[in-house]
């Protein structure tokens, strides 16, 4: 009875504060932790944070019977489904869940104590709370904003028996669900961990890892990604359900089942005393359709569970990596604030290199950029567009022979990978190198070779060089080492990969070069922050172009130049500068460091969320405004007209997410404040004159 009472009670507290409170989990301050609730008379478990809500019966099996967005007071579940499905030697166990729902449009909470067990599923045998779980080492660092690391909140894991029906060899397999809810986050995570307490061999042939029968109404605002993710890989899949046989579909075609899974295999191969963790799930619900605030609570999501990606030093690549031309730009970088070096791609730096005088002449390089407060490191071609010879090559499937969507690409999992990871580890520990820039795995490429050391074929050969691909990066944040890969690896340790862009529009004329970036940045932070992406600004001619792509000479084209600087650092977002060297002038110095000092005075609102209030076209003012109301600088709105006429407008911005409700002062330049009355709608009107080729700021406090 007592149980009962506190469920009731903390239901009604989530319930009472969804209500009272007038506040905004984007925009205030106030705590939602998140809690464990059993109550065993009702046969339930809850797990909730006052923003999302999910209640599993624990009898006869384990099953989720509710699932609520409590910002919106939606439910986004229709239907109960199995926990889980794994597939053991081709045969297709689901794992908890119950059966003998009427009706699968709706789940009416009295047909629940009516579900029954299914006997050849897997069987519920208990759960534990667990900690957070670290999945990589990583303290705050390279100006990132204190985070909590593990991230704060609950986890349980839900311990499952092999049905009795089942094989010999698979009854001696057991299931491990888990789950966890973060503090202050409508998010939860969840994975399968399968051990093999048998005597012989099984192979995980399939699995999916979460499955949801989605309401209609939600499906668009139930956000599902996973750390297992590379090029359009997804492993996201929005099925047909069988069960919903009242749907108004003909043909039952409505997508509304969510299934998380592998997209091939795994194909892993459990030994006696083994066991295999999965890839985790992200859910997200979202409370609106709003893109923007959709945006913003996926880019809160990446804060706090992949706060590393927070990091955003101002780089520069140079394409030289002769110790001469390394010190040249880490002087340069010093004079001007930039604060990390990458020797780029074609300028000779080897990070597999085992020749002694080498490493010790790079540990020299290393230890000079540090004497200068600059961070030293370099390219790495990993796996991508590499032929590593036919032995230890990816094997296309249709083919049998090497080959890859890349052309050609080194396998992963073969022995040539261990090789490589060692000689790549002993480089970093040998010369203290602070950041790496992988080239691949971004295509998770699959190989049918049956002859590799940690795959066995085609089945499992995306995962394997998944995992080892993650293993490594794990190694680099161990050693503190900055990330900059080509895809999406935040949940796995990187730090940084493209913001989105063309490289060859690269080669076009200067001033197309600097509209189209800008709005290559507007579309990127949408779903990124501005640290979690970089762009690019050849110094030097690249993919073409000739002298009306290039910069070089700086002082020649110091306008453009300038532009780049005013468009990267006002965005937040850090740009790969790609040359010999960041300025050949005093006049040219002078403008580099005008903008490196205006991002490190105003960094924390500048590495802040951008709310988009116009897209560049050359026709109009445009504009972007970073938010932020948990600092004293609220907001900053960067404002640019890059045509060749003067521009006048009443720009409309947005202030909701600043914080700010009443009134706003801003400061254009830095210069005298003027104050504003907000709009009921949280807008101000600022009107503006700009003349050609030109931009201004304005701090909003």
């Not at 910002?71 to 499905?85: D, F, M, Q, T």
């Not at 609950?154 to 669900?177: D, M, N, Q, Y």
């Not at 799930?281 to 409370?287: H, I, R, S």
């Amino acid at each position: 009875m007592k149980s009962y009472l506190f469920i009731l009670v903390l239901i009604f507290a989530v319930a009472a504060g969804a209500q009272e409170n007038t506040g905004d989990w984007l925009v205030d301050t106030q705590e939602r932790p998140a809690a464990i609730v059993s109550n065993d008379g009702q046969q339930e478990l809850i797990l909730g944070n006052g923003l999302i809500q999910r209640t599993f019966r624990i009898g006869p099996n384990f099953a989720t019977v509710n699932f609520i967005n409590l910002v919106n007071n939606a439910n986004i579940l229709r239907g109960v489904k199995p926990e889980a499905i794994v597939e053991l030697d081709g045969m297709k166990y689901e794992v908890g869940g119950l059966k003998g729902q009427p009706d699968y449009a709706y789940l009416d909470p009295k047909w629940i104590p009516e579900l029954q067990n299914d006997p050849k599923s897997f069987q519920y045998a208990g759960y534990e709370s667990a900690p957070m779980e670290v999945m990589y080492p990583w303290t705050p660092k390279r100006s990132a904003p204190e985070t909590p690391w593990p991230p704060k909140g609950v986890g349980i894991a839900v311990r499952f028996t092999a049905p009795e029906s089942a094989p010999e060899k698979h009854r001696k397999v057991s299931i491990t669900l888990h789950y966890e809810l973060y503090d202050n986050l409508p998010v939860m995570a969840k994975w399968v961990t399968v051990s093999n307490g048998g005597n012989e061999d099984v192979v995980i042939t399939g699995l999916e890892g979460e499955l949801l029968a989605v309401t209609e109404a939600e499906k668009d605002r139930v956000h599902v990604e996973s750390n297992y993710a590379f090029n359009t890989m997804n492993t996201t899949d929005w099925a047909t359900d069988a069960d919903y046989t009242t749907q108004i579909d003909y043909e039952y075609k409505f997508r509304v089942l969510m299934r998380s899974r592998y997209p091939m295999g795994p194909g892993w191969r459990l030994k006696p005393g083994e066991a295999f963790d999965s890839f985790r799930t992200y859910m997200l619900l979202q409370d609106s359709d709003d893109r923007e605030r959709r945006g913003l609570a996926k880019r809160r999501m990446y804060r706090a569970l992949a706060p590393q990606a927070m990091e955003n030093p101002i780089l520069m690549h140079v394409r030289e990596s002769t110790s001469e031309a390394v010190r040249r730009a880490v002087d340069q970088c010093a004079e001007v604030g930039f604060e990390m070096v990458i020797c780029t791609f074609w300028s000779g730096f080897d990070i597999e290199s085992e020749d002694p005088a080498y490493i010790a002449r790079f540990k020299e390089d290393v230890a000079y950029a540090h004497g200068k407060g600059v961070e030293l490191g370099g390219y790495t071609l990993m796996c991508a567009s590499r032929d590593v010879g036919a032995e230890n090559n990816c094997i296309d499937p249709k083919t049998g022979k090497p080959g890859s969507m890349f052309g050609q690409s080194a396998c992963l999992a073969s022995e040539w990978a261990d090789g490589y990871f060692k000689r790549v580890l002993n480089f970093m520990d040998a010369t203290g190198l602070d950041v790496i820039e992988t080239d691949g795995p971004f295509h998770g490429d699959v190989c049918a070779s049956t002859a590799h050391a940690h795959h066995r074929g085609l089945e499992d050969s995306q995962a394997a060089q998944w995992k080892a691909c993650c293993n490594f990066y794990h190694e680099c944040r161990k050693r503190g080492v900055y990330i900059n890969t080509p895809d999406w690896y935040y949940l796995n340790g990187s730090n940084k990969c493209a913001l989105g862009y063309r490289e060859t529009n690269w080669s076009l004329p200067r001033e197309r070069q600097i509209v189209i970036g800008r709005q290559n940045i507007f579309d990127g932070t949408f779903e990124k922050t501005p640290s979690m992406g970089w762009m690019f600004v050849p110094l030097v001619e690249y993919h073409g172009g000739g002298p009306a792509a290039t910069l070089e000479p700086l002082h020649e084209h110091l306008k453009e130049y300038e532009w780049h600087l005013a468009q990267n650092f006002g965005s937040g977002v850090q740009a790969c500068y790609r040359g010999p060297r960041l300025y050949d002038a005093d006049d040219t110095k002078a403008v580099v460091k005008k903008w490196v000092d205006f991002y490190k005075k105003h960094r924390a609102i500048l590495d802040s969320d951008l709310i988009h209030v116009r897209r560049a076209d050359n026709q109009q003012i445009d504009c972007m405004l970073h938010v932020n109301p948990r600092l004293e600088e609220r907001g900053l709105a960067m404002v640019y007209n890059s045509s060749d006429r003067e521009q006048s407008a009443t720009l409309r911005l947005p202030l909701y997410y600043t914080g700010l409700s009443n009134t706003a002062h801003l400061h254009q330049e830095d210069g005298h404040a003027q104050k504003y009355s907000l709009n009921r709608d949280y807008t101000i009107e600022l009107p503006i004159t700009l003349k050609p080729m030109s931009m201004t700021w304005f701090v909003i406090k």
